[in-house]
T-cell receptor, first 113, second 114 residues
Framework: QKEVEQDPGPLSVPEGAIVSLNCTYS??????FMWYRQYSRKGPELLMY????GNKEDGRFTAQVDKSSKYISLFIRDSQPSDSATYLC?????????????FGQGTRLTINP | KAGVTQTPRYLIKTRGQQVTLSCSPI?????VSWYQQTPGQGLQFLFE???????NKGNFPGRFSGRQFSNSRSEMNVSTLELGDSALYLC?????????????FGPGTRLTVL
């Protein structure tokens, strides 16, 4: 079983829809939670970063963490065609005395005009 | 502030050769991590360097190695290349470590092994 599970999709929604992307994890030692957006043939771009349970909002993006259920989500409101990309969740854990990031498989999202 | 830069952007090598990839972190960032990204395995952690010391290592064979210089720039070396090493190699920099302050990725080096 992978430490971080993410539905790879693909997910296709119409422009303007609310998008919900989710990851579950099994290791309660994960401390920090991130969402990255990756366009084709580019490096991942940090979208959201949080370390506590609850919601964090940044423009059209909301990151939600539920540590009791080991579940994180990213919501995109008023989705745009430019949001079409692969979204990766990432979590950090301390191993061998230092923090290490563990990534989900990524969800490929397409926003249709 | 300039972002993370990686050179070269594309490489084509043959089996058995070796390759060196370079990463320049964001100014002021002391931690550099390297990742391998493939369609089948996703993003996998290779190693992390902080202040010229390898602080963490993933589950890759010894053919994969790296180093960090005093200016925080980092290099990654892969010796005796295999077909399965074809991948996008990404480096990410952060202030103090991958988790505590968020990691910022470069555009990657796409390595093709023939």
């Amino acid at each position: 079983q992978k430490e971080v599970e993410q539905d790879p999709g693909p997910l296709s929604v119409p422009e303007g829809a609310i998008v919900s992307l989710n990851c579950t994890y099994s290791n309660s030692a994960f401390q920090y939670f991130m969402w990255y957006r990756q366009y084709s043939r580019k490096g991942p771009e940090l979208l959201m970063y949080t370390y506590s349970s609850g919601n964090k909002e940044d423009g059209r993006f909301t990151a939600q963490v539920d540590k009791s259920s080991k579940y994180i989500s990213l919501f995109i409101r008023d989705s745009q065609p430019s949001d079409s990309a692969t979204y990766l969740c990432a979590m950090s854990v301390r191993r061998q005395g230092a923090q290490k990031l563990v990534f989900g498989q990524g969800t490929r999202l397409t926003i249709n005009p | 502030k300039a972002g993370v830069t990686q050179t070269p952007r594309y490489l084509i090598k043959t089996r058995g050769q070796q390759v060196t990839l370079s990463c320049s972190p964001i100014s002021g960032h002391r931690s550099v991590s390297w990742y391998q990204q493939t369609p089948g395995q996703g993003l996998q952690f290779l190693f992390e360097y902080f202040s010229e010391t390898q602080r963490n290592k993933g589950n890759f064979p010894g053919r994969f190695s790296g180093r960090q210089f005093s200016n925080s720039r980092s290099e990654m070396n892969v010796s005796t290349l295999e077909l399965g090493d074809s991948a996008l190699y990404l480096c990410a920099s952060s202030l103090e470590g991958p988790g505590s302050s968020g990691s910022y990725f470069g555009p990657g080096t796409r390595l093709t092994v023939l």
